[in-house]
T-cell receptor, first 114, second 111 residues
Framework: AQSVAQPEDQVNVAEGNPLTVKCTYSVSGNPYLFWYVQYPNRGLQFLLKYITGDNLVKGSYGFEAEFNKSQTSFHLKKPSALVSDSALYFCAVRDRYNFNKFYFGSGTKLNVKP | SQTIHQWPATLVQPVGSPLSLECTVEGTSNPNLYWYRQAAGRGLQLLFYSVGIGQISSEVPQNLSASRPQDRQFILSSKKLLLSDSGFYLC??????????FGQGTRLTVV
C-alpha cells in the first residue's frame, strides 16, 4: 500500500530561521510525491512535487524539498521562515499502480512566531 | 488555464435533510475527480473518485454518494444527513500525470 507519514503534529519556528517539515513515505517502486499548504477554511494549494530527476525540488513561495531514497523521506524546507508561512502543510503520494488515487499525510501545523 | 469551482462555501443543514454539493472543472477534459472530507482541520479522507462519466469508486462506506453526470461535473449527495457528516468537503481534479488541484471547499455543519 502507498502511504506517507508526517511525524510532527506541529512545528514552531521563529521568523527568519530555517524551517523543516518532515515527511516519510512507503511506496512500491519510485514515488510521485507532493507538498501542499492549507490556510484556514481554504482548499489545499500545491507547493511542489517530485517525479524524477534532481533530489532537490524547488517550489512556490521559496519552499524546497529534498527527496532521499535511502531514508524514504521528502522533507519540506525553507531557508528563512515568514510569519505568513504559518499554515497547515500536507505531504502526499500518488499511487503509481492506481494513478487515480492520492494519499495524504495527517498534516503538520507550522507556527512561525515574530 | 484550468479552474475548479466548488459551491456553496458554507452550508448549515438540519439532521435528516438532503445534501447536494457541486464541483465543476474548466479548461480540461476527462479529468480524474475526487471528493475528500477533512475533519477538525486535519487529515484528508478520500470519499469518492471518478475516472469518467458515470464511473464512481467509493473508498469508505458511509451515508454519502457521488455522481458524475457530465465530464467535468462531480456531485456529492446524501438523502438524509447525520451529525457525523459535518466537516470540510474538498473537491479536486487531476489528469494522469499531474498533481491534484483543489477547490476552495465547503464547510458543512449538520445541526
Amino acid at each position: 500500500a502507498q502511504s506517507v507519514a508526517q511525524p510532527e503534529d506541529q512545528v514552531n519556528v521563529a521568523e527568519g530561521n530555517p524551517l523543516t517539515v518532515k515527511c516519510t513515505y512507503s511506496v512500491s517502486g519510485n514515488p510521485y510525491l507532493f507538498w501542499y499548504v492549507q490556510y484556514p477554511n481554504r482548499g489545499l494549494q500545491f507547493l511542489l512535487k517530485y517525479i524524477t530527476g534532481d533530489n532537490l525540488v524547488k517550489g512556490s513561495y521559496g519552499f524546497e524539498a529534498e527527496f532521499n531514497k535511502s531514508q524514504t523521506s521528502f522533507h519540506l524546507k525553507k531557508p528563512s521562515a515568514l510569519v505568513s508561512d504559518s499554515a497547515l502543510y500536507f505531504c502526499a503520494v500518488r499511487d503509481r499502480y492506481n494513478f487515480n488515487k492520492f494519499y495524504f499525510g495527517s498534516g503538520t501545523k507550522l507556527n512561525v512566531k515574530p | 488555464s484550468q479552474t475548479i469551482h466548488q459551491w456553496p462555501a458554507t452550508l448549515v443543514q438540519p439532521v435528516g435533510s438532503p445534501l447536494s454539493l457541486e464541483c465543476t472543472v474548466e479548461g480540461t477534459s476527462n479529468p480524474n475527480l475526487y471528493w475528500y472530507r477533512q475533519a477538525a482541520g486535519r487529515g484528508l479522507q478520500l470519499l469518492f473518485y471518478s475516472v469518467g462519466i458515470g464511473q464512481i469508486s467509493s473508498e469508505v462506506p458511509q451515508n454519502l454518494s457521488a455522481s458524475r453526470p457530465q465530464d467535468r461535473q462531480f456531485i456529492l449527495s446524501s438523502k438524509k444527513l447525520l451529525l457525523s457528516d459535518s466537516g470540510f468537503y474538498l473537491c479536486a481534479w487531476s489528469d494522469s500525470l499531474t498533481e491534484a488541484f483543489f477547490g476552495q471547499g465547503t464547510r458543512l455543519t449538520v445541526v
